[in-house]
Structures are given as C-alpha cells and as structure tokens.
C-alpha cells in the first residue's frame, strides 16, 4: 500500500542534509541504498546522499499484475544513472537496481542449475511470461509439464512455480525457463524407485493417463502401463472408456515386466478371481437366468450373465419366426431379460443362450387355431422377389408365393410390386407342416378357378362358340370367354381334314367359329379346339 504520508518530516530533512555528502564514493552505474521522502502524482522522490534527490515513476515499484506496495521513509535499492544531468538532477532507476542485482542471482542458478522461483502474470503466443524477481523470462508451452499438456494455462497465473533457467542472453534481455525440466528430474527419481520396487504380480496404484481401442495407458508415476482391452475385465466390452475414466486412481497388477524396455503389461481383471474356474458350479444348463444385453449384431445378440460371464444367443434362438427380423426390433441395447441356457462353452468362453425356448413352440398348437381352406385377414410383414410374407400370429409368418396372388399369370408380377409393407390383406391356408414349420397361403383360391369353371360345364368334346382374336401362319386363337380371359387355340392341322382347307390366312380377326374342345393346357390355361364350321 501506498501511504497516505506524502512528504517527510523537517526534522527528518534536517538529518538527511547532514548525511547529504558522507559518502564521497558514490558512482554513475552503480546500485545504491536510498530513501524514499515523498510520493506524489505517481512519481517517487528518493534521496541517496546526494546534493539532489532523484524522481522515479513508482509503477517501477510494482511487480507484473500488482500495485506497488511503498511507504515513504522506506529503505529501497535504486540504480544511478548520472550523477548530475542538465537539470542538474540526478537520474535514478528502481528497475535496472532490480533487474541488475536480479540478473547476477540468476546467473548463479543458472550456472548451478539450481531451481529458482518465478510466478506466470500473463499469456503470451507460444507459453507464458514469468516473473522472476523483476525480470521478466519467457515459459515456453512445451516446457510447461512433461505429463501432459496443459490446455488450459490460466489455472497458473499468478502462482509460484518452480522452473530451471535453460537459457540466458543479458546482452539481448532473453532469459527461457522450463518448468517440464524439474517434473522431469522427479519424474526420473521416481522412476527409479519404482523399478527397483516392480516385479511380476505386484499390485500398483496409478492413474488413467489415456485410453485407446486397444487399451488403456497407466500412469504409475514416472512410468507409464497398458492395461490391453482383454485385461480390463473378464467379460467382453468394445472399448475401455465402457468400464474407466481418464484420470481415474485405479490399482493394478503387473503381469508382464521387460526390465531392458522398462515396458509393463497389467491387469485390472487378474485382481479378481477368474468366474470360469466355478462356472460348472455357479451355472446349470437348462437354468432359466437373467442376462443383460451388452451387444446387438445382424446375426447374434451379446449379453453379460451375472456381471462375470458372456453369453450369445444366435438369430434363430431370438423367436420362433422362420424368417427373423434384425435382432433390434426384438431386443434393445441394455435390457434386462431372462434366457435359457443351452450350453457352457468352457473353451470359448462363452454361455450359449436361448430367448425362444422361454416360450412355447407356437407351431405345436397351431392345428388347434387353422385349418387347411380356412380364411382370414391379417398384415404383409415382408415382400421378396418370389411372394410376401404375412403374419399368421405371434411369431409364425406364412408364405403366399408370387404364383398364388393370380389365377392369371401375367397379373401376378404387377400385383407383387403394388403391395406394400404392412397393406391388409386376406389369405387362404393352403398347407399346414408343422415338422417343417411351414404354412402355405394362396390370395387367388379365395376364389374359384375360372378355367376349371368353365370346364366343369364345358367338358372335353364338348361344343364351343369364340372369336378370332390372333391368326398366325401354325394357327388361329379364339377367344371362348372374354370375361374370364379363357382362350382355346386351334392348330393348322385341325382347321380342315382337307389340306387345302388347312391355311389359316382364309380366317379374320373377330370372326366367329365354332370348335370342339379337344384337350386343355392346364399350366398355360388354354383349351385345345378342333374347327367345326356351322
């Protein structure tokens, strides 16, 4: 603090002027004891024995980022610069006093390589400017720490650190500190008293310096450890930051040390005993146990049992559906369920599991629910090139095969891309195999088969009436019933016993003929004519 006394005393002048000249030896660019007799309008008045005093600016007083703390009548060191200039004054400097009597202190640790005390007052490109005693030095970012980088350097204004001086330039005012230097120093000497210390199978406390894929690195205080994902825990997790935390205190074991590489492998599972030395005793198969899901693939599903063991289930042991879903819109990611037990893979290290078989097989009682020809009306689950799939009831699907959508073939393309997911739709069962776990369905028996209709009451030999509706050179198609689309088809030779009568070209489109069905092609659902002119 600055005292509220600006000027001193007369009779304290009075005995400063008696002293004025006692020491004759005083020298231009020397350092000297003064004192301070006023403060006024930020400038400082400082009397050294001379026949005149020397003015200061008092912010040569304060140290970066702090008010001078001065009070007149105090002792202070201050540098002359000329004994006498032309105002007949003399020029004084408190900085260079400070600076010149700091540089020489400096240059003593810098010489031992001893470690001094400096305080960071601001953030500059590239580190930190620090205080060393009134000079100013320069703290590079890299020279920070030697553990990590600190990304935050405000945390250190203001502060007391100690540094090592790496490099000194008086001439050109440079002087670069290194704090990393001193945390390197106790970094190596603990180091060493580690070493002589660690041995396979001991036990260590670190801390999480970083964690990777593959594992996460240890920091044991002056040597670093990997702890690989498999070592983390005795079930399987994707990536270490599922189970530690970065600068977690955590406790470890050594099971690997190359003394020559100074490199350790540890373990944080190997501190708990191993579950698969009991499993036989602590799980049964068949057992109905709860299972965490831990992990959702296209073909499997993960699950933790008892926080100690992994388990699968496989896509078919999810449900009882022929064709599963992807396993996420069965289960999610974290849920609790029940599962049965199938088998204990000792040498994969793996519990297989079952969701299905906690259920009964829908298949046993589906005979008590359908029957062959019975009708209803349910939902598309799922369209594929060859037919769609519907839903029968929970967990059975049926098939109603692209064939089946159409007595007429051609329609049978265009209907398949015209469904839609989820589009009602009502379905004739067609075949029940439940050994198979198979249901055939049909879209086109809930109607009757119009060719067979028509045959029914036009049996082979019977007389027809149709229409020329193509003419080529090996026959005439006529059409026998437009509304059904039923066609016959009578070739060259059956058009006349005469040769001569047999060319098709004496025939036109839209004539009328009578035939006699003679034969029909049940696959492509014509009917064989012979001609018979009325």
């Not at 408190?94 to 601001?122: D, I, M, Y």
Request: charged share 30%.
């Amino acid at each position: 603090m600055v005292s509220n006394t600006n000027k001193i005393s007369n009779s304290e002048y009075d005995d400063l002027l008696s002293n004025a000249f006692k020491d004759t030896n005083i020298k231009e660019k020397s350092i000297i004891s003064g004192t301070i007799v006023s403060i006024e309008n930020d400038i400082v008045t400082i009397d050294v024995g001379l026949k005149s005093e020397g003015r200061i600016p008092i912010n040569e007083f304060s140290r970066p980022g702090h008010k001078a703390e001065i009070n007149v009548g105090d002792k202070t060191e201050v540098y002359i610069e000329n004994l006498d200039n032309s105002n007949g004054e003399t020029s004084l400097s408190r900085e260079k006093a400070v600076k010149q009597k700091a540089w020489h202190e400096l240059q003593e640790s810098f010489t031992n390589n001893a470690v001094v005390t400096g305080t960071p007052f601001n953030r500059v490109k590239g580190g930190m400017s620090v205080d060393l005693n009134g000079v100013t030095a320069f703290l590079p970012g890299s020279q920070i720490d030697s553990r990590q980088v600190v990304k935050d350097t405000k945390e250190l204004l203001n502060k007391p650190i100690e540094l090592i001086i790496l490099k000194m330039d008086k001439f050109r005012g440079n002087i670069v500190v290194s704090r990393k230097a001193i945390t390197e120093n106790e970094l190596k000497e603990q180091r060493k008293e580690l070493l002589d210390k660690i041995e396979e199978g001991s036990i260590i406390e670190g801390k999480v310096k970083n964690l990777t894929d593959y594992g996460a690195f240890i920091d044991l205080g002056g040597i670093d450890g990997l702890v690989h994902v498999t070592d983390i825990s005795w079930t399987k997790i994707n990536n270490p930051s599922e189970i530690l935390e970065l600068n977690q205190n955590i406790k470890v074991k050594v099971l690997k040390f190359d003394e020559e590489l100074s490199r350790l492998s540890l373990g944080i599972k190997q501190l708990t005993t191993n579950p698969w030395d009991s499993v036989n005793e602590d799980i049964k198969v068949n057992e109905v146990i709860q299972a965490k899901i831990s992990n959702i693939s296209d073909n499997q599903v993960n699950v933790i049992i008892k926080e100690s063991y992994d388990g699968t289930i496989s896509l078919n042991e999810l449900t009882w559906l022929k064709k599963p879903p992807h396993p996420s819109k069965i289960i999610n990611l974290n849920d609790l369920i029940e599962v049965k037990v199938l088998e204990i893979d000792d040498d994969r290290k793996k519990i297989i599991c079952s969701l299905r078989q906690m259920r009964d097989n829908p298949w046993i009682k589906l005979n008590d629910t359908y029957k062959i020809n019975d009708s209803f009306e349910t939902e598309i689950v799922n369209i594929v090139d060859f037919g769609i799939f519907v839903k029968v009831q929970d967990e059975i699907d049926g098939m109603v095969h692209v064939s089946d959508l159409s007595w007429d073939e051609k329609e049978c393309s265009t209907m398949l891309k015209n469904f839609k997911k989820n589009d009602k739709i009502k379905v004739k069962i067609l075949d029940i195999n439940v050994d198979k776990e198979r249901i055939s369905l049909g879209i086109k028996h809930l109607n009757s088969d119009p060719v067979q209709d028509f045959l029914d009451k036009n049996p082979i030999k019977s007389k027809v009436t149709g229409k020329i509706s193509e003419v080529d050179e090996k026959g005439i198609k006529v059409e026998i019933d437009k509304s059904k689309k039923i066609y016959g088809y009578i070739k060259k030779i059956n058009l006349s016993k005469d040769k001569n009568e047999q060319k098709t070209d004496r025939f036109a489109i839209d004539e009328n003929v009578d035939s006699v069905i003679v034969s029909i092609d049940l696959k492509n659902k014509n009917f064989k004519s012979i001609y018979k002119r009325t």
